[in-house]
Each structure stands twice: as C-alpha cells, then as structure tokens.
C-alpha cells in the first residue's frame, strides 16, 4: 500500500502549547472533573466487566511509516512528538514505493533518516528488503537485501532486528511494473516462486545478520482458506514457513466507495472470522503457535471524492480503528500497524495531516486514547447494549479498570458499568456517550471515575478528547482556532448521479487537419468534432512546447527537466475534446500512435482524461470530480519501454483502455466518457544527470482502435 496532501492543526507559535493543551487533555496528568452525584436510584449497569480471569496483553498497535516520499511531498518530517505521544510499538518501513523504489529511492540516506525518527517516536522499526527494484533502480537480488542488513546492522550497528522480504507478492503478477505499467511486475509471479525467493533473501540475510527476524508473507488479501487461486497463504506456509518468525497480513475491508457507518460497524464479526480462518491454516500447516501480526490496515485501501459516513479522515473511521484494535487485542494478535503517519486530505489515509500544521486526523485521538487510557491487562466484558462495542482493561500499577467504549449508535448511550472480580466492587458510574463516538472510561478500585470522549463536536472544533461527566454529557468544547480536523461527510458528493452527456465521433482519427502553434492555440479535426490542446507543469518546472507536424496530423514535442534538488518533476502535453459532451469510445479497445524520436532520459506515458476523473474546477459542463486537479486526475499507462523500443521495432504504439490506472477517485478509465488525452514526462533523482532528461519527440496519426 502506499500514497498522499494537507490538513491543518493546532499548532504555529502557539501551537505548542495548544498541542500540550490537546495531549494532556487525554492523560492520566490532566485535571480531572470534579464527580457528581446521580440524582435519584442508582442506574441499572448495562455494561459488565468481569476482573475474574484477567490476562497479559500480548498486542500492540504500531504504524506505518509513509509519506516519506520527497515525489509525493515528504509529510513525515515534524510529526515525531504527536508519533511519540500515541506509544507505537513498531514502525513498518514499507509497501509498493520501498519495493519497487519508486518514485523515489528508499537508500542509505533514508534509511538513516528512517532510523532516527523510529528512535525519536520511540519505535522499533519492521524494514521491508525490496523484491521489484533495489535502490540503484535494477532487479532486487538477495544481495541487495543483505546488503541492506549489512549498512544497516554493520556499518552502522543500528541493531535492526525485524526485516520482511517483498511487498504484497500475491499482487505481483497484476500490479504495473515501475517502467510500464501496463505490465505486471512479474508475469505468472506464484506462492512458490516467493518461497524461492524468501528461501535465497534469508540465507544471505542471516549469513549478515543470523540475529534477525523475519516477518510475512506480508500478503494482501490471497489468505482465503479453501480457494485454490486466492490462498497462498497455504502453499507459502507449506513451503517455507519454518523460515517466518511473524506470520503477517493486510487488511483493508472495503473500497472507499464502501466505506459506510453501517458497513464499519459490523466489520469487527468479520474481522474475527477472518483471522479464525487465518489461524486455521497455520495449525493445518503446523505453524499454529506462530505470531501472526496485521502490518498493514484501514477502513479502505483507496480515496473517494466522495467522503462517506466512514471514509477516511473521518469519525466514523476513527470508531472502525478503535474497535479494530480493540478486536486485535481479544484475538491476541502481534501487533496490528495502521497505514499510516501523514498524507494529503484528499487520501487521508494518514492518521496526521499534511505540513507545516500537521493537524491530527479522528483516527489519531483513537490511538491517543488506546496509548493513554488502556493497560496491559486485558479484562472480559460479559454485556454490553446493542450498537456499543467495549474493550477493558487494568492499568500499570492495578489499581483502576481502563475501558474503551465505542458508541456506533447515532443517538446517545447511557452507559453504567460494573467491574466485578473484586473483594469489594467498585462504584459503578454512568457515562453518556454520544452518537457516534468513542470514549475512555477509567474506573478507579476506590475514589471518582473519570473519562474522556471524542466525536463530531471535537472534530469541527479541531480539538482532542474532551472530559466527560458521570451523568452527563461532555464539557463545552471550545474552538481551538484552526478549523476542523479530518474530512466533513457528505463533502464531494455530487447529488444524484453525474452523467456527462455523451458524443461519438465519425471515425476513430484524432490527429488531422492539424493548425495553429502554441500550448493553447493548436486544434485538430473539423466542426463540430474538433480537440484543442494544453501545456502544463509541476510547480517549478516549464512546461513543454509543441508543434504541429507538416502534414498536420501530429505532435512535435520537446519537454525535460534540469537537475532535480527535489520537488515534483512532471510535466504534459494534452488534446481536449472542444465540446461540452463527453465522447463515447467503447466500441474501441485503446489510442494507437506513431512514436519517434528520443526520450533524453525521461519517463513517458499517456494519460486519458473522463469525466469522473475530470476535476469540475477545470471544467464544469464535464467535470465529475468535486474539486480540483490536485485531487482529480486520470488514469494513465507508462509506455516508456515501447517509445525506447519504437527507433528499433515498428514505431506503431498501440495503449489499451484497461492499461490505465492510478486515476483519482476512479482509478480505471470508463471509455463511455472520455474527454481528452496527454502526454506526461516524468524524471526522479536517480536518473544518472541528477534528474536532467530532455525528450524531444513526435506522435503522429492519433487513433481510435
């Protein structure tokens, strides 16, 4: 997994004591309430805790550590102190980009930057060896994993215990390799060519390093016990278990077209029929007593304009982490790693916002509360009422029951607890959590209970966890003065369902009768089917020029970059179809050109623009996309091996539609209402010049076929 822009926080010059404000606010150091007496009889207790057989935790929540990526905007650098504040017991250092080393290298620089902010939040890091593309950009080798151990546990004695091999392998025969991405990373990729490479990895690894650990298989969903195509689980274990020390998976239970309140407030039964199934293969392949770990998990594994009643960024989210977590420790698992620290709001798949406010997400006051109100002796709790999920513990020095409380109700819970188990009961106290929301409850053996909760109203004023009364409702929340934290449900959602109204065109040529010079004065084709063009750039960089070709049916383009020293590297040329209606190509397979000239060292690909990728900022009539291009923006496909592959072999290029991915909110192209296509140049810093590429190119005879 892996991904993306900013929120804002609570912080500037004043920010630190506002964090200090929000952060002691949910500490055991705050200043408690003062505990009122229940007017009348003493409440029913609708939610009992039994203290009669308690239990060590053996789980700990652990994070993930993205987006360092400088392509992407590096959202990781300033986050350490609220990291450090929610006790994450490992930090994962992977998904695809440190696989595949793209679009930036994960190299002995980042790996000294990784190391000091794990020592600095406090965190034991898991580093993931690349199986795709290893850090100078060629084929991964089990060298080029032990070489890794040896920087990191040799040259610098860094003492990195826990490494796992590769990133999500049941996905590589189908996930776009890094030149073409068209392509699959490794075609006909199986459980048994893993083990082979595990078997390889390790014994380089540990000739290194024979204190290591190993973690994985680090799959992505193929652990569906009976399924001959979707279990690898079963054979990896078969083959090579014995070399796993943690048993890991992923888990994201919906896709964020999915991700409802109704659907996350079941999910923890499926949650625990999933593991139940997990666990079965392991004791059917003899590894039963292995720990088993989620090193990656959401509420989805991908964003939506739309923002849902659970969607990431949101409460609802927040109250699906805490009752995963919750569900996690029950089932006793290692550690379960939520992706992960910081990126763009239009994702929010970070529990942080984005630079230079880095305003936490809902998700992080759902950590905040597990690491400051639950302890390491895990309670059963024997009732709760319908609609309320509860998770109990005992604190360090065992003198108070801590509880977790999650209310997916959208009315108000009077919640009455009773801790049993004891010479002598504890009070029972009242608490009335409201809709939606999740509480801290502490439960003290002697003396007044106190709690903590975090909802809406928390949210919209950018706040933490406000105090909770026995008996009534939360303090006043004040505004904290830097806007709301997270997403708004219902933002992006167009009413109704938007269609684009839908032209076809009287033949499949697009590049003919060609006119006009200039990124904005080219045209192509006659009334009234006719494309106009556009230039564009990453902030920083020119944007590439263009001609038409003498016969006019083409493109004469030349674009580049000069040395990186960071930033995006990105820029286009594109065709728009000059009408106010989408155009329906469905009865064509792809866009065919004739390719020449050189590329200079850059990446190309083409990009095909519809109207639910469309950003309705850019174009209202068409626009799909509630906002704007820094969160709406098509698919595409790298053809960078067949334009390199074109001066030798036929300069015929031919991209089909179901090559295009990547496409926000919709990551695949619906050829029912396409709008325009372009030409995107891409560079990294790993270019041999420093980044400097210079493509001066030509497409000719753009098609339909």
Not at 371 to 397: C, E, I, K, M
């Amino acid at each position: 997994m892996n991904l993306f822009s900013s929120s804002r926080l609570m912080l500037s010059v004043v920010g630190g004591l506002l964090l200090w404000s929000t952060l002691a606010a949910c500490s055991d150091n705050a200043r408690q309430p003062v505990a009122s007496p229940d007017a009348g009889p003493a409440a029913v207790p609708n939610v009992l805790i039994s203290a009669a057989t308690p239990r060590p935790r053996t789980t700990s929540w652990s994070i993930n550590y993205w987006q360092w990526a400088p392509t992407y905007g590096d959202y990781v650098p300033g986050t350490e102190t609220l990291v450090a504040a929610v006790t994450p017991s490992f930090i994962r250092v992977g998904g695809y980009n440190n696989d595949a080393n793209t679009p930036d290298r994960f190299d002995e620089q980042q790996m000294d930057v990784l190391v000091a902010y794990a020592n600095a939040i406090g965190a034991e890091p898991i580093m993931q060896v690349p199986v795709l593309l290893d850090a100078a950009g060629n084929p991964a080798t089990a060298e080029s994993a032990a070489a890794m151990v040896r920087y990191l546990n040799v040259t610098n004695s860094y003492g990195i215990k826990y490494f796992a091999i590769g990133n999500e392998p049941d996905l590589y025969s189908s996930q776009g390799l890094p030149a073409d991405a068209s392509q699959p990373a490794i075609p006909g990729y199986g459980p048994a060519d893993y083990c082979a490479t595990v078997q390889s990895f390790v014994a380089a690894m540990k000739a290194v390093d024979p204190a290591i650990l190993i973690v994985g298989p680090d799959l992505s969903w193929k652990y569906q016990a009976g399924s001959a195509s979707n279990d690898w689980l079963t054979p990896i274990m078969q083959a090579c278990g014995d070399l796993f020390d943690i048993v890991s998976i992923h888990r994201y239970p919906f896709s964020a077209t999915k991700a409802t309140l109704s659907s996350a407030a079941l999910d923890a039964t499926k949650y625990r029929q999933t593991i139940a199934s997990v666990r079965a293969i392991l004791e059917a392949t003899g590894y039963g007593q292995k720990p088993l770990a989620l090193t990656e998990m959401n509420v989805a594994y991908d964003a939506n304009t739309c923002v849902l009643d659970a969607s990431t960024g949101t409460v609802g989210s927040a109250l699906w982490l805490a009752d995963s977590l919750g569900t996690s420790m029950q089932l006793g698992l290692w550690t379960s790693a939520l992706w992960a620290i910081a990126d763009v709001d239009s994702w929010s798949l970070g529990f942080i916002g984005g630079p230079p406010a880095h305003q936490p997400r809902p998700e992080y006051y759902a950590y905040l509360l597990y690491a400051q109100h639950f302890g390491p002796t895990l309670l059963d709790v024997t009732s709760y009422p319908s609609g309320v999920s509860v998770y109990a513990s005992r604190n360090v020095s065992d003198t108070a029951s801590e509880i977790i409380a999650v209310n997916w109700n959208s009315s108000p819970a009077p919640l009455t607890f009773q801790v049993t188990g004891f010479p002598s009961l504890p009070t029972s106290p009242t608490f009335n959590l409201p809709g939606i929301s999740l509480a801290a409850i502490e439960i003290a053996d002697s003396g007044a209970s106190t709690a903590w909760v975090y909802g809406e109203a928390q949210r919209v004023a950018g706040l933490g966890p406000a105090s909770l009364v026995p008996g009534a409702g939360p303090l006043a929340v004040p505004d904290a003065g830097a806007g709301s934290a997270g997403r708004t449900v219902g933002t992006g959602c167009q009413a109704g369902s938007f269609t684009c109204p839908q032209n076809t065109l009287p033949g499949p040529n697009i590049t003919s009768n060609g006119a006009g010079t200039g990124p904005d004065h080219i045209t192509f084709g006659t009334a009234p089917n006719t494309w106009g063009s556009y230039a564009y750039a990453a902030p920083g960089q020119a944007s590439p020029t263009a001609t038409v070709t003498p016969d006019g049916n083409g493109l004469s383009i030349v674009g580049g970059f000069g040395p990186l020293t960071g930033g995006n590297s990105w820029d286009g040329f594109g065709l728009y179809y000059n009408s106010t209606s989408c155009i329906d190509v469905s009865s064509y397979t792809g866009v065919q050109f004739d390719f020449s000239g050189t590329l200079g060292g850059c990446s190309i690909l083409l990009g095909l623009t519809y109207s639910r990728d469309l950003a309705s900022a850019d174009d209202p009539a068409r626009g799909g996309c509630v906002g704007t291009s820094a969160s709406c923006y098509n698919p595409a496909a790298d053809f960078t091996a067949a334009a390199l592959a074109a001066t030798l072999d036929s300069p015929t290029i031919r991209v089909p539609f179901t090559a295009m991915t990547g496409g926000m909110p919709i990551s695949t192209f619906d050829p029912k209402y396409m709008v325009g296509l372009q030409w995107q140049l891409s560079t990294t810093l790993a270019n041999p010049d420093g980044g400097s590429c210079l493509a001066q190119f030509t497409v000719e005879n753009v098609k339909l076929y």
